[in-house]
T-cell receptor
Framework: DTAVSQTPKYLVTQMGNDKSIKCEQN?????MYWYKQDSKKFLKIMFS???????INETVPNRFSPKSPDKAHLNLHINSLELGDSAVYFC??????????FGEGSRLTVL | GESVGLHLPTLSVQEGDNSIINCAYS??????FIWYKQESGKGPQFIID?????DKRQGQRVTVLLNKTVKHLSLQIAATQPGDSAVYFC????????????????FGKGTKLSVKP
């Protein structure tokens, strides 16, 4: 009954590869987000989607492309992975003005 | 640029004592503040929030204080328990930053709270 679920939980890959992280929420929320948490625990928003439409796109390399097939899903695709992409990526959801619910995180390690 | 930060990166307290975690913010337009708790290996979890028209809000064992004059936010945890051990983040949602959605948050650096039995 996980409210916000993301897969995979761990991802280890080589530089230059392309990878995706999937996120699904069953809370009926209309807004979903991707946050990046670095090794110092600093959390920063990357993207926000409301009803499948992009509403926030922070300064993130073009190699990162979010895709929202429906309002319950927000996937993150990353091309040409770099060492600096290693981090924990958190998906979250909320009603447009409601409490933010985070997933458990996906730890990406780029070798 | 505007930022939210924390005074102490780590805090160690004895079980049963009260804990106070502090946060300074610099965006005077911020009208909504939230505290999150992040346990090891998990995502951040909402604890308590406060709007700028208030200076104090109480929850179960937690109290958030807001001092807009000095742009300071604090989280007080009463009778700290081992289960309170986690990293605590303050976050702000400044007016003018995409409107009122809670998701457009600027997070502080986090304070690690360790509770000694």
């Amino acid at each position: 009954d996980t409210a916000v679920s993301q897969t995979p939980k761990y991802l280890v890959t080589q530089m230059g590869n392309d990878k995706s992280i999937k996120c699904e929420q069953n809370l009926g929320h209309d807004t979903m987000y991707w946050y990046k948490q670095d090794s110092k625990k600093f959390l920063k928003i990357m993207f926000s989607y409301n009803n499948k439409e992009l509403i926030i796109n922070e300064t993130v390399p073009n190699r990162f492309s979010p895709k929202s097939p429906d309002k319950a899903h927000l996937n993150l695709h990353i091309n040409s992975l770099e060492l600096g992409d290693s981090a924990v990526y958190f998906c979250a959801s909320s009603l447009i003005t409601g409490e933010l619910f985070f997933g458990e995180g996906s730890r990406l390690t780029v070798l | 640029g505007e930022s939210v930060g924390l005074h102490l990166p780590t805090l160690s307290v004895q079980e049963g004592d009260n804990s106070i975690i502090n946060c300074a913010y610099s965006n005077s337009a911020s009208d909504y503040f939230i505290w999150y708790k992040q346990e090891s290996g998990k995502g951040p979890q909402f604890i308590i929030d406060i709007r700028s028209n208030m200076d104090k809000r109480q929850g179960q064992r937690v109290t958030v204080l807001l001092n807009k004059t000095v742009k300071h936010l604090s989280l007080q945890i009463a009778a700290t328990q081992p289960g309170d051990s986690a990293v605590y983040f303050c976050a702000e949602n400044g007016l003018g930053n995409y409107g009122g959605s809670q998701g457009n948050l600027i997070f502080g650096k986090g304070t690690k709270l360790s509770v000694k039995p």
